[in-house]
């Protein structure tokens, strides 16, 4: 089974990495280098996330249609491609929105969107995979070796990306972009390899399938799915939406290079590494809730000290709420991943990780907005943009206590006693879809 983890790391690793150099580097240099809107660079980097309703019916198809004697990997390999195409032709398109904005837009929309589609198919496939391959009390031990590898991942490509773009020039930033994604292509085939056991001979009939309304009363109808579901919507768009504007404060506020805010993103990783295996050993001890409140908690006080550096105009502080940041996300991704694996059903795997893989897609997207739209509206309004980023971190912190009073709430037993039992309209849903 190690073996078998560390694959599905290594696709793990391979997704993410395609998302450094956008969400790291490229929001930066259009940002401030290129002086575009934070607005249109969040309506660039959201517009991915506009594809996450095909999660849930992506995962429902792979649950229930293997290709060639596989269920996952085909959707798997797609995503990882697309993800690739994405990233090598972003920078291309950041360049060509500067010279020509309409062609520009166009190609934008190409990019950012290939690789959102990409990810979409990918990642609610290899969660499946994950949950098909781990029983459930070795789910914790396997999201923990999955997001180790892709930390470590993070945190390499960022040391690498900060090597590569230094001098800062067009053609550095397009080099280093291509080879990420060739890098990272290479990593996500090793991981695939003899990762999931070919069936041939499954007989699937072609008319079962998930109406969009079964697949929707699947969450709604478990009033504890319901509250997982909006707390992790609440929770990501704290955590993910800091992401466009994290390394374009640091070069407002602290006047850094384009080398040093991409190394943020390495002292990011570094942190969420350590509280990862923190994490791993913590679910052994004690309740995941518990360590999720921790992490939620540990973010919260990164929030208000990345904000306040901006009031002290103090670097010192700002790396501080940059690794408690690290940390919280750290603790919260392990207890949160391992109380998503669980609130699933053996029948249902594909539908309720595709609902929890569009939970993140639709939180990056809002997130995203939020902070961009907010950002750009209220440096107009104080004439003062690092008074902007500070409202902006401000209100992801109270997002972020908000979804630790929801949390309180969740109780993954009633979830198991409901789902366990099939309501009259799930029946009646199922009939007439045969």
Not at 102 to 118: D, E, N, P, S, T
Not at 199 to 213: D, T
Not at 269 to 282: D, M, N, P, R, V
Not at 301 to 316: H, Y
Request: net charge positive; proline share 2%.
């Amino acid at each position: 089974m190690l073996l078998k983890r560390v694959q599905l790391g290594l696709i793990h690793l391979a997704v993410a990495m395609t998302l450094v150099p956008i969400n790291s580097t490229l929001n930066r240099v259009m940002i401030k280098e290129l002086a575009f809107s934070a607005t249109l660079v969040a309506i660039l980097a959201s517009l991915p996330y506009l594809f996450s309703p095909i999660q849930v019916l992506i995962g429902s198809i792979s649950d229930r249609h293997p290709i060639f004697g596989w269920r996952r990997t085909p959707y798997i390999a797609i995503g990882l491609i697309f993800c690739v195409l994405g990233v090598v032709l972003s920078p291309f398109a950041a360049f060509v929105l500067y010279e020509n904005f309409i062609l520009g837009l166009l190609f934008g929309l190409f990019a950012f969107g290939a690789w959102g589609m990409g990810f979409n198919f990918a990642t609610v496939a290899y969660f499946s995979l994950a949950t098909d391959l781990s029983g459930e009390k070795e789910r914790g031990r396997t999201i923990s070796v999955m997001f180790f590898m892709m930390i470590i991942g993070i945190i390499s490509t960022s040391l690498l990306l900060s090597r590569l773009v230094d001098p800062y020039s067009p053609e550095a930033l397009i080099r280093s972009f291509l080879i990420v994604g060739v890098i990272a292509l290479f990593l996500g085939i090793l991981g695939l390899i003899n990762l999931e056991k070919r069936s041939l001979g499954i007989h699937v009939q072609q008319e079962e399938r998930y109406s969009w309304k079964f697949l929707a009363n699947s969450i709604l109808e478990n009033k504890q799915a319901t509250i997982f579901f909006l707390y992790l919507i609440i929770l990501l768009i704290a955590l993910l939406g800091q992401d466009i504007l994290l390394e374009p404060y640091g070069a407002e506020a602290f006047g850094m290079a384009v080398t040093d805010t991409t190394r943020i993103t390495s002292i990011w990783g570094a942190f969420t590494l350590l509280t990862l295996i923190l994490a791993g050993y913590l679910e052994r001890k004690t309740s995941k809730q518990l360590i999720a409140f921790w992490g939620g908690g540990t973010a919260l006080l990164g929030f208000i000290l990345i904000a306040a550096s901006g009031i002290l105009l103090n670097s010192t502080v700002f790396y501080l709420g940059v690794i408690l940041l690290g940390g919280g996300t750290g603790l919260s991704t392990v207890s949160n991943l391992s109380l998503m694996l669980d609130m699933t059903t053996a029948t249902k795997v594909g539908l309720f990780i595709g609902a929890w893989g569009m939970a993140n897609a639709v939180s990056r997207l809002f997130g995203s907005l939020l902070s961009g739209v907010v950002r750009d509206v209220l440096t107009r309004v104080f004439q003062d943009p690092v008074l902007a980023y500070v409202s902006v971190f401000s209100i992801l912190a109270l997002l972020l206590l908000i979804s630790l009073i929801i949390l309180r709430r969740i109780d993954v037993r009633a979830f198991r006693r409901k789902a366990e039992t099939i309501s009259m309209g799930e029946k009646a849903a199922m009939a007439g879809d045969l």
